[in-house]
Nanobody
Framework: QVQLVESGGGLVQAGGSLRLSCAAS????????MGWFRQAPGKEREFVAA????????YYAESVKDRFTISRDNAKNTVYLQMNSLKPDDTAVYYC?????????????????????WGQGIQVTVSS
């Protein structure tokens, strides 16, 4: 059974940084693309970033490009989201996400219907 567990959220002032982690278990982590989504109050869940199984290819939403960095450590079965220059608009519940197809292109994780596994979500609050 695939499990994704996020950690590292919290409250930060605008302009600050946070690093989210997502620990995966239940399958060979290094074979699957990973991603992050977020959902703000009253809004739909939206794509944030995705990374290929090997870590060499990444995708970002325009709203976070140049501020957020997705990375992974396959030896630790963990994917990270480094968030810098945070804005109040980044306030949301952040979800780790993945797909069931080994070595799928990470671009597919830009689409919610392609996500097969979700973490439980973690709150990130950015104060102004």
């Amino acid at each position: 059974q695939v499990q994704l567990v996020e950690s590292g959220g919290g409250l930060v002032q605008a302009g600050g940084s946070l690093r989210l982690s997502c620990a995966a278990s239940g399958r060979t982590f290094s074979s699957y693309p990973m991603g992050w989504f977020r959902q703000a109050p009253g809004k739909e869940r939206e794509f944030v970033a995705a990374i290929s199984a090997g870590g060499g290819i990444t995708y970002y939403a325009e709203s976070v490009k140049d501020r957020f960095t997705i990375s992974r450590d396959n030896a630790k079965n963990t994917v990270y989201l480094q968030m810098n220059s945070l804005k109040p608009d980044d306030t949301a519940v952040y979800y780790c996400a993945s797909n069931r197809r080994a070595y799928a292109a990470p671009s597919i994780l830009q689409s919610r219907p392609e996500v097969d596994y979700w973490g439980q979500g973690i709150q990130v609050t950015v104060s102004s």
